[in-house]
């Protein structure tokens, strides 16, 4: 079958850095995404990784290595405005999304 | 920004009615989904609708269930006899291609069966 999985919550501190994981068991893939849902609202789009490796982009970085079937998402210099959940989506070789149950993460002041 | 619109933005009815939710997706694409996401609980991906037809559906998305692209805009799913498990928040994606890395999401539509 197929299984996404990441933690249920975290929670950091304002100013500091969190990693958020993802490890996924998928019938083919075609790229791992990741998006921030903030509570009532839709899913809005941060990151996109096919290839193995970092991209970064601003405060946010994406790191996907295919082989261990592993992503995370690195988010630095917290705000409270970061306090959302995170959804871990892989596109599988049907070019569906498949999701994981989002990380909820709390930003302490 | 091109964007996807939902309408309604909420939507109550009683259980064993029949509701459509609609959405206009970003006028260029080509791929259409539905998703759900129950209250607190992850998203589900529902249907996806290319060249006006449905390419791939889930197991939720049984008979209960339609989607129509009636016009060139709008894309539509239908509940038909709705019930209270069907309380969630239903939201409508585009992309413009089949490897486009975004989807992009309307604002969802909550529905409520009472």
């Known amino acids: 079958g197929q299984n996404i999985d990441q933690p249920t919550e975290m929670t950091a501190t304002e100013g500091a850095i969190v990693q958020i994981n993802c490890t996924y068991q998928t019938s083919g893939f075609n790229g791992l995404f990741w998006y921030q849902q903030h509570a009532g609202e839709a899913p809005t789009f941060l990151s996109y990784n096919v290839l193995d490796g970092l991209e970064e982009k601003g405060r946010f970085s994406s790191f996907l290595s295919r082989s261990k079937g592993y992503s995370y998402l690195l988010l630095k210099e917290l705000q409270m405005k970061d306090s959302a959940s995170y959804l871990c989506?892989?596109?599988?070789?049907?070019?569906?999304?498949?999701w994981g149950a989002g990380t909820k993460l709390i930003i302490k002041p | 920004e091109p964007e996807v619109t939902q309408t309604p933005s909420h939507q109550v009815t009683q259980m064993g009615q029949e509701v459509i939710l609609r959405c206009v997706p970003i006028s260029n694409h080509l791929y259409f989904y539905w998703y759900r996401q129950i209250l607190g609980q992850k998203v589900e991906f529902l249907v996806s609708?290319?060249?006006?037809?449905?390419?791939?559906k889930s197991e939720i998305f049984d008979d209960q269930f339609s989607v129509e692209r009636p016009d060139g805009s709008n894309f539509t799913l239908k509940i038909r006899s709705t019930k209270l498990e069907d309380s969630a928040m239903y939201f409508c994606?585009?992309?413009?291609?089949?490897?486009?890395?975004?989807?992009?999401f309307g604002q969802g539509t909550r529905l409520t069966v009472v």
């Open positions: 989506a892989v596109m599988d070789s049907n070019y569906q999304l498949i």
């Open positions: 609708f290319y060249n006006n037809e449905i390419s791939e």
């Open positions: 994606a585009s992309r413009g291609d089949r490897l486009n890395t975004e989807a992009f």
